[in-house]
T-cell receptor, first 114, second 114 residues
Framework: AQSVTQLGSHVSVSEGALVLLRCNYS??????LFWYVQYPNQGLQLLLK??????LVKGINGFEAEFKKSETSFHLTKPSAHMSDAAEYFC????????????FGTGTRLQVFP | GAGVSQSPSNKVTEKGKDVELRCDPI?????LYWYRQSLGQGLEFLIY????????KSGLPSDRFSAERTGGSVSTLTIQRTQQEDSAVYLC????????????FGPGTRLTVT
């Protein structure tokens, strides 16, 4: 079975500071991993995904994540936070099938202070 | 339309009533998913359609929940005899091989059972 753990339900950073949102996964098969962002009263938007190949994945809005199999982690980072990054972020895993359901973590709410 | 649309955006209903939630996927997307987002349970998978058939219904919480998809396009999620614990945001997503199987989410339907 697949599962995802997001450490920290709330993260606060200053504008311009490094953003680090943590995600650890559990999977019995090679996983596909995703980060989604949700702005208030909106649906989910894909930030980036790892399927196979290069373990450092770059996404939209300057975000990137690194798949570390040895640590079962897929942490999301951004070098310099913007006010517009304030949102809720969800890590998700699938079994490595293109049409498999997403299993989500509990989410991390990012606050950005001026 | 350009994205996944859902209707209604908000629905308030009395306990015991039936409700229907509608999802219009992106044109040409063969896969369609329903998820539920609630404070207590986070983001949960409900059901997956490939064309008009549902190979994975494992997330439907009870037999009060059902869904259908017609013409390989529009899907309707029906909740019979609604309970207060059904209050949540119901999200729909669609995907296609041409789109790299990325799941595109709609804005959701916020259901409140009073």
């Amino acid at each position: 079975a697949q599962s995802v753990t997001q450490l920290g339900s709330h993260v606060s950073v200053s504008e311009g500071a490094l953003v680090l949102l943590r995600c650890n996964y559990s999977s019995s098969v090679p996983p596909y991993l995703f980060w989604y962002v949700q702005y208030p009263n909106q649906g989910l938007q894909l930030l980036l995904k790892y399927t196979t190949g290069a373990t450092l994945v770059k996404g939209i809005n300057g975000f990137e994540a690194e798949f570390k199999k040895s640590e079962t982690s897929f942490h999301l980072t951004k070098p310099s936070a913007h006010m517009s990054d304030a949102a809720e972020y969800f890590c998700a895993v699938t079994r490595g099938s293109n049409t498999d359901k997403l299993i989500f973590g509990t989410g991390t709410r990012l606050q950005v202070f001026p | 339309g350009a994205g996944v649309s859902q209707s209604p955006s908000n629905k308030v209903t009395e306990k015991g009533k039936d409700v229907e939630l509608r999802c219009d996927p992106i044109s040409g997307h063969t896969a369609l998913y329903w998820y539920r987002q609630s404070l207590g349970q986070g983001l949960e998978f409900l059901i997956y359609f490939q064309g008009n058939s549902a190979p994975d219904k494992s997330g439907l919480p009870s037999d009060r929940f059902s869904a259908e998809r017609t013409g390989g396009s529009v899907s309707t999620l029906t909740i019979q005899r609604t309970q207060q614990e059904d209050s949540a945001v119901y999200l729909c997503a669609s995907s296609s091989r041409q789109g790299g199987y990325e799941q595109y989410f709609g804005p959701g339907t916020r259901l409140t059972v009073t």
